[in-house]
């Protein structure tokens, strides 16, 4: 069992900058994968960035150069910092941990808002 919670997110303007925070606990060393996906109304959920328990990261298109996604050491805390945020980038980000199971857990995800 794994928990997830982020924080972090809010209202800035467009250009601005927001650093999401996700917080594991749990069965935290059978995480394999954990990563930020992103909801807006009326869309699919979709990929913003992933990193492996190796290290490995992978970013969606939209994000490339303005997202970096890193963890602590003890890899229970996930972040996301967003810089050159546009409108666009309005959803809820969710976290994401994926077992070596593949079995994966979901916190309950934080509202971002950019404003022209």
């Known amino acids: 069992q794994v928990q997830l919670v982020e924080s972090g997110g809010g209202l800035v303007q467009s250009g601005g900058s927001l650093r999401l925070s996700c917080v594991a606990s749990?069965?935290?060393?059978?995480?394999?994968?954990m990563g930020w996906y992103r909801q807006a109304p009326g869309k699919q959920r979709e990929l913003v960035a992933t990193i492996t328990r190796g290290g490995s990261i992978q970013y969606g298109d939209p994000v490339k150069g303005r997202f970096t996604i890193t963890r602590d050491n003890s890899r229970t805390t996930l972040y996301l910092q967003m810089n050159s945020l546009k409108p666009e980038d309005t959803a809820v980000y969710y976290c994401?941990?994926?077992?070596?199971?593949?079995?994966?857990?979901w916190g309950q995800g934080t509202q971002v808002t950019v404003s022209s």
């Open positions: 994401k941990g994926v077992l070596e199971t593949l079995r994966d857990y």
């Open positions: 749990g069965a935290v060393f059978r995480i394999n994968v």
